[in-house]
């Protein structure tokens, strides 16, 4: 089983900074991928920012330029620096990973349980 344990969310005022961390632990093969999703009530989950093991990243338009996606393949854990927040970033951030869990199987997706992302004055 894969755990992924998220922590960095919070209330900012906007134009601040934020940075999430999600860590993962866990038997498995290897992390093929890592990413932010956020989700608002009543609205679908939505991808904000992934990167994948050879290292390419993608991005919403929305955070652009704004916020940046990393990955520290020693620790297993992805981060997330947010700058320049807006209102409109307040949302539940989850944390995805692509696992095999062995060299020949599927990649499993797992998710966090979610931290609050607050941007508020």
């Known amino acids: 089983q894969v755990q992924l344990v998220e922590s960095g969310g919070g209330l900012v005022q906007p134009g601040g900074s934020l940075r999430l961390s999600c860590a993962a632990s866990?038997?498995?093969?290897?992390?093929?991928?890592m990413g932010w999703y956020r989700q608002v009530p009543g609205k679908q989950r939505e991808l904000v920012a992934t990167?994948?093991?050879?290292?390419?990243?993608n991005y919403a338009d929305s955070v652009k330029g704004r916020f940046t996606v990393s990955r520290d393949n020693a620790k297993n854990t992805v981060y997330l620096q947010m700058n320049n927040l807006k209102p409109e970033d307040t949302a539940v951030y989850y944390c995805?990973?692509?696992?095999?869990?062995?060299?020949?199987?599927?990649?499993?997706?797992?998710w966090g349980q979610g931290t609050q992302v607050t941007v508020s004055s």
């Open positions: 866990g038997t498995f093969f290897s992390i093929q991928s």
């Open positions: 995805n990973a692509g696992v095999k869990r062995g060299p020949t199987t599927s990649v499993y997706s797992y």
């Open positions: 990167t994948v093991s050879g290292g390419n990243t």
